[in-house]
C-alpha cells in the first residue's frame, strides 16, 4: 500500500488565469511550488498534503500525486509501459476505478483510445496476479487515475480529488447564469478584499460571490462540504486522519459578526435560492439578503468596502439594448452612491461596459467556461458622492 507521507510531485490543476490566485492559497497553507504553470503549479508534497489541499482550496480544479512519468512514442507502447507499474500497490482488487487522459500525440486517433489501454493494462495486471480483477467505469466514485501525455512524455497520477473541486458544495440550486465556485473565489481575491470591509453584491443571482466572500471572511473551507474525494480509495487512506482534518476545519471557522455582506436582487426567486445556498454554507446568518433594484441596495457609509456586480452579458440577439441601459445605470449608481468603495464589474461583454462610463483603473483577464472575461476595476473616489 502507499505511504500516505512519501514525498512526490504534485500537480494541482486549476483554470486558466486563476493561476495566481491558486498560488497564493498554496503559499498561505504553507507550501512552496517547485513551477508556476498556466493551469496549475507543481509542488513536492504526500497524500497526506493532498488531502489538505484537497478541503481547502478554493480556486482549484484537481489535486494530482505522480505515479511515474516515462518515455512514450506510440499508442501501442501504451499497454506494456502502463502494465509494468506496480498498480496492487494503489488499489484494491475489489475496489473500483476510472482513467481519464488528455493526450497531445499523433498517434492517437480516439481520445477514448488512451483510457481503454490504461484500463485494459490495470485489469489484466490484477486478473494475472490475483485471478480478478478491480472494476472499472466513467463514474469518479472510487479510485481515480489521470495520464497527461505530450507528445513523448507521459505522466501517470493518481487523481486525489475526483470530481471537481472547481464545485464547493454549497450550491443545491444554481439560479441562472450562476458563476462557477471556483471562479467566483478567484474574482473575490482579484478584488484584494480584505474579508474585514463590506462586501456588496448587487445584482446577486444565486448568491455566489457573497457566500464565497462569507466563507472567506470566517475561514470556512469547500471541505466542509463535501465527503467524498478519490483519495479515499486510495490503499494506505485512513479514515481517521480524514475524520482529524475535518476537526481541524470546523476549528478554524470564526465568526466576524461586524462584517457587512449585503446580496441583493431583483428576482425574489433568485434571492430565495440564495439564501437556501447561504443556509447550505451555513453561512446565511452573515448576509443580509434584500429583493431590490440594485440602484436600491443599502451602501453602509463606514467603512467602505468592495461593491462587485455580475450583471448578464446578453447572449441572446435583441438582450444588448435593454443591458446598455443597465451597465450605464450601474456607472451611474457607482459613481453617486458608492463613493470611497472599489467598484468591480465582471463581465463578458467588453461593448456593454464602455456603457458603464468610468474609466476601469485595472481589467483583470478571466475565463468563464469558453467567455473571454474581465473584472474591470473602478476606483470611486470620495468627494463624488452626491
Ligand atoms: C448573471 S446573474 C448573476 C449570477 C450570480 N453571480 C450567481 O453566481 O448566481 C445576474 C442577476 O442580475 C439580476 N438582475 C437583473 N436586473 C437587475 C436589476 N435591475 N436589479 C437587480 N438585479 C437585477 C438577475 O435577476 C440575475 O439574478
Known amino acids: 500500500m502507499l505511504d500516505f507521507n512519501e514525498r512526490r510531485k504534485v500537480f494541482i490543476t486549476c483554470k486558466d488565469r486563476s493561476v495566481t490566485y491558486l498560488e497564493k492559497e498554496v503559499r498561505e497553507l504553507g507550501f512552496v511550488p517547485e513551477s508556476v504553470q498556466r493551469t496549475g503549479i507543481e509542488l513536492i508534497a504526500s497524500m497526506e498534503d493532498c488531502m489538505d489541499l484537497n478541503l481547502h482550496l478554493r480556486t482549484a480544479s484537481h489535486v494530482l500525486f505522480e505515479i511515474k512519468s516515462f518515455y512514450l512514442r506510440h499508442a501501442d507502447d501504451i499497454y506494456r509501459r502502463v502494465k509494468a507499474i506496480n498498480w496492487e500497490e494503489y488499489l484494491d482488487v475489489d475496489g473500483y476505478f476510472s482513467i481519464n487522459s488528455v493526450a497531445d500525440n499523433e498517434s492517437v486517433t480516439t481520445p477514448l483510445i488512451v483510457n481503454v489501454k490504461i484500463k485494459d493494462a490495470i485489469v ?47 450550491r443545491k440550486i444554481p439560479g441562472k447564469a450562476p458563476m462557477m465556485e471556483d471562479l467566483a473565489a478567484a474574482t473575490i481575491y482579484a478584488t484584494e478584499w480584505n474579508t474585514r470591509v463590506p462586501f456588496i453584491n448587487p445584482m446577486c443571482g444565486s448568491g455566489t460571490l457573497a457566500i464565497e466572500a462569507a466563507l472567506m471572511a470566517t475561514k470556512r473551507y469547500p471541505g466542509l462540504y463535501r465527503s467524498h474525494y478519490a483519495f479515499m480509495s486510495i490503499l494506505g487512506y485512513d479514515e481517521s486522519a480524514y475524520h482529524a482534518k475535518i476537526k481541524k476545519l470546523e476549528a478554524k471557522i470564526v465568526e466576524v459578526p461586524e462584517v457587512k455582506i449585503i446580496a441583493s436582487d431583483i428576482s425574489l426567486q433568485a434571492i430565495s435560492f440564495a439564501k437556501e445556498n447561504a443556509m447550505t454554507a451555513g453561512v446565511d446568518h452573515m448576509i443580509d439578503f434584500q429583493v431590490c433594484d440594485f440602484a436600491e441596495t443599502e451602501i453602509p457609509e463606514k467603512p467602505r468596502g468592495v461593491i462587485m456586480f455580475n450583471p448578464e452579458y446578453g447572449e441572446r440577439l435583441g438582450e444588448e439594448t435593454e443591458l446598455e441601459q443597465t451597465y450605464r445605470r450601474i456607472g451611474d449608481f457607482m459613481k453617486q452612491k458608492c463613493a470611497g468603495y472599489r467598484g468591480y464589474i465582471f463581465t463578458g461583454n467588453l461593448e456593454l461596459a464602455k456603457k458603464v462610463g468610468l474609466k476601469a483603473s485595472r481589467r483583470i483577464e478571466f475565463w468563464n467556461g469558453t467567455i473571454d472575461c474581465r473584472l474591470l476595476k473602478y476606483d470611486l473616489y470620495e468627494g463624488k458622492r452626491d
Open 124 to 170: 489484466d495486471r490484477f486478473r494475472e496476479k490475483f485471478g480478478r480483477r478491480p472494476d472499472s467505469g466513467s463514474e469518479f466514485s472510487g479510485a481515480v487515475f489521470q495520464m497527461f501525455w505530450k507528445e513523448t512524455q507521459a505522466t501517470l497520477y493518481i487523481n486525489t480529488s475526483g470530481d471537481t473541486l472547481a464545485k464547493h458544495g454549497y
